[in-house]
Each structure stands twice: as structure tokens, then as C-alpha cells.
């Protein structure tokens, strides 16, 4: 379905609105591994994502209709797969961006790229990757944001927040979702001019717990350390209370809750 509605060069022009679908991600794949080709920006958006995936084989659950589940396609043939982390802190750093007007407090990125409203989780990114030689060939960036639902269960229940949630008052899905597009498509512009000298500092200034004492685990043991900041290529860097800087990646460390 071709999409004039949002203001974009390409984000979300062409915009496929799917009733139902087991995964938006997976939906995309599928679709760019046909022979006929996608233009890049292609956005697939779900109503209902009935198997919805989430980082490290976690699942990704949105009461239909309720909130964002949708996956936009990009190639981003300028990105080595060694700096493959600049599109997280795009992407964390676009919903942010956004995710500002609406919730001016409170608003931070766990790393590697959660939305986190304080304490709690409002929106999550699955990026999946295909690299040809040194470079991203494609890449698939699921989000999933919390928007007019306020019920959650489980788990959940203690650490999701939703928009509606905290500002008691629905939000438009189409407006929000042209939104993230002109500010994923802004911020990929100046990657890809080479013009993205700001983007780290940005990230890494929206950090939770940056510059906090807090408690993480890594292999099962509990420390509490500082978090500094991030490595050049992404990975996480804490300090422990009696010891020199750690850098972590991604499945080798967990925010612990007090
Ligand atoms: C996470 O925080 O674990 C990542 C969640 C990503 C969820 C989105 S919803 C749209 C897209 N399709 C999926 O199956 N997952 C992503």
C-alpha cells in the first residue's frame, strides 16, 4: 500500500497495514527474501502480532490495536558490521527523540535499546542484520512501544508502563508512528552523510542508570558498579566498586532490581 500521508523521502512510504501476523519481523524477512525487490523504508505494521519476538528469544506480547508493532526495512550498505551498534543508538536514540514530546520526564535508554520510562519498560527493538562481506546489507528494526494499552500481565505488570498509562489519555497510532519514521529517517540521513558526530554522546547521555551505583549480575555473581558508558562498538561499560572498567556485551551482563 503506498502511503502519501506521511511527510518522509522514504520512511513509511510505503506502508503495509496487516490485520494479523505472528511477527512483523518475520513478516518482513519473508517479503525481502522475494525476488521482487523492496524499496528500503518499507514499514510493515501489525494490529494484531500474535507472536510477537523479542530480544534474546523473548517474546513480545501487545493487546491488538492497542500499540505499536511494526518493522521497517533498511539497507545500510555504509555500515561495517564491526559498527553494526550505530543503528541501536539511531533507533533507541529516534524513539527517544519522539517519545519526548509526549513523556517530557523520566525518559531513558536501557541499554542496548530499551525505552524506559523511570523503573519501567515502555517500548523494546529487535534489530536483525544480514551481512555481505564487511557491511550491513539489510537490516530489519522491529519496535514495539507501549501505547494505549494499561493493562499488562505477568511479569510485566511491574516493569511495562504504556503512553496512555502514565498520561491517562489515548494517543493517535498513525500520528505517533509518522513521527518515529521522519525521526528514524532524519537522524539515518546524517549517518549516512557522515554527519553523525553526535549520535554516541546523545545515547550515551540518555543511559539508565549512567553514572549510577547499581547492582548488575554477570555469570550468576551479583556486583554493584558504576556505569560509564559504552566501547566503540557498543559494548557496555561498568565499573566495578573495587576494580578496574569492565566492558560487557550483550548477553554477558543484567541489570539487576532492587
Ligand atoms: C525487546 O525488547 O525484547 C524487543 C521487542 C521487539 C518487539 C517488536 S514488535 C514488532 C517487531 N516484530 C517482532 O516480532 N518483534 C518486534
Redesign the pocket.
Known amino acids: 500500500m503506498q502511503n502519501n500521508t506521511f511527510s518522509t523521502l522514504f520512511i513509511g512510504q510505503n506502508l503495509i497495514k496487516l490485520s494479523a501476523v505472528?511477527?512483523?519481523?518475520?513478516?518482513?524477512k519473508i517479503l525481502s527474501s522475494n525476488s521482487e525487490p523492496l524499496p528500503e523504508g518499507t514499514v510493515i505494521?501489525?494490529e494484531h502480532?500474535f507472536?510477537?519476538?523479542?530480544?534474546?528469544g523473548?517474546v513480545?506480547m501487545?493487546e491488538p490495536g492497542k500499540s505499536?508493532?511494526?518493522?521497517l526495512l533498511l539497507r545500510p550498505s555504509f555500515i561495517s558490521a564491526e559498527q553494526q551498534f550505530k543503528l541501536n543508538m539511531l533507533v533507541s536514540v529516534a524513539l527517544n527523540n519522539v517519545l519526548l514530546k509526549y513523556l517530557p520526564n523520566g525518559l531513558t535508554i536501557k541499554w542496548p535499546?530499551?525505552i524506559y520510562v523511570d523503573d519501567r519498560?515502555i517500548?523494546?527493538?529487535?534489530i536483525e542484520n544480514i551481512v555481505a562481506g564487511s557491511n550491513i546489507k539489510q537490516s530489519i528494526?522491529?519496535?514495539?512501544?507501549n501505547v494505549n494499552q494499561t493493562f499488562f500481565d505477568g511479569e510485566a505488570q511491574v516493569r511495562a508502563t504504556s503512553i496512555s498509562q502514565i498520561l491517562q489519555q489515548d494517543v493517535n497510532l498513525m500520528v505517533l508512528l509518522s513521527e518515529i519514521c521522519t525521526q528514524i529517517e532524519q537522524l539515518y540521513l546524517k549517518l549516512r552523510s557522515g554527519k553523525d558526530t553526535q549520535l554516541r554522546d546523545l545515547y550515551v547521555s540518555k543511559l539508565y542508570r549512567l553514572n549510577q551505583l547499581a547492582k548488575y549480575s554477570h555469570k550468576g555473581e551479583v556486583f554493584e558498579g558504576i556505569m560509564e558508558g559504552i566501547s566503540e562498538v557498543g559494548l557496555l561499560r561498568i565499573k566495578p566498586l573495587n576494580g578496574k572498567a569492565v566492558e560487557f556485551g550483550f548477553k554477558e551482563v543484567a541489570f539487576v532490581w532492587e
Open positions: 505472528d511477527s512483523t519481523n518475520n513478516y518482513l505494521m501489525a502480532q507472536a510477537g519476538r523479542g530480544q534474546q523473548s513480545w501487545a505499536l508493532t511494526f518493522s535499546n530499551d519498560k517500548g523494546g527493538v529487535l528494526i522491529g519496535i514495539g512501544l
